[in-house]
């Protein structure tokens, strides 16, 4: 699985947009970039996922460059209780019979302040 | 509801003493998985499952067994718990095929003295 370079921490305004950055720069043709949060010590949540356009579900919109070396997690407005590390994975899309083993990084800090 | 059960949630023991934190899911996913989370280490794989029967290890199945019989349960088994089996366990679960992610439990906070 390709690897993922996320800054350490951000912080952004409640009410505001939240922009997740991720880079893979060596990501391959079939691997998917997924996006999982964790809330303090809570099971990780998964978010969203895409393999080259962007995608929007109820939670978040995933914008993938281009080339797709890099990835935007887009959180439109934030809460409070948007706070949480957020780990960008990058991966081949799981099929029948595959250990759907997921790598996690050290992920990026979001504190949404008030 | 669909969700992923772990129990106990949380859980202080002794070196030697066996014990199994059950995982059970409502969703009818084949695939099943353990993970250990630990302060600068991330989430490691312990065991996951294709399928009832169906078992392998993951990145550190070293101190542990699962068992799979049912397709709802997947229980994990520290047959002799050392401290260095003192961790944060996740369960998680999915469909064979799909194109979601894992389902993850909420966690067993295991202190093993």
């Known amino acids: 699985d390709a690897k993922t370079t996320q800054p350490p921490s951000m912080d952004c305004a409640e009410g505001r947009a939240a922009n997740l950055p991720c880079n893979h720069s060596?990501?391959?043709?079939?691997?998917?970039v997924y996006w999982y949060r964790q809330i303090h010590s809570q099971g990780p949540q998964y978010i969203i996922h895409?393999?080259?356009n962007n995608e929007t579900n109820e939670m978040a919109s995933l914008i993938i460059t281009e080339d797709r070396k890099s990835s935007t997690l887009i959180l439109p407005h934030a809460t409070l209780r948007d706070t949480a590390v957020y780990y960008c994975?990058?991966?081949?899309?799981?099929?029948?019979?595959?250990?759907?083993?997921?790598?996690f990084g050290k992920g990026i800090t979001l504190s949404v302040r008030p | 509801e669909a969700q992923v059960t772990q129990n106990p949630r949380y859980l202080i023991t002794v070196t030697g003493k066996k014990l199994t934190v059950t995982c059970s899911q409502n969703?009818?996913?084949?695939?099943m998985s353990w993970y250990r989370q630990d302060p600068g280490l991330g989430l490691r794989q312990i065991y996951y499952?294709?399928?009832?029967?169906?078992?392998d290890k993951g990145d550190v199945p070293e101190g542990y067994k699962v068992s799979r019989k049912e397709k709802r349960n997947f229980p994990l088994i520290l047959e002799s718990p050392s401290p260095n089996q003192t961790s944060l366990y996740f369960c998680?679960?999915?469909?064979?095929?799909?194109?979601?992610?894992?389902?993850f439990g909420e966690g067993s906070r295991l202190t093993v003295l």
């Open positions: 895409g393999l080259k």
């Open positions: 060596t990501i391959s043709g079939n691997e998917y």
């Open positions: 499952s294709m399928n009832v029967e169906v078992t």
């Open positions: 994975i990058v991966r081949v899309a799981n099929r029948a019979g595959a250990n759907s083993k997921l790598t």
């Open positions: 969703m009818n996913h084949e695939y």
């Open positions: 998680a679960s999915r469909l064979t095929v799909s194109t979601g992610g894992l389902f």
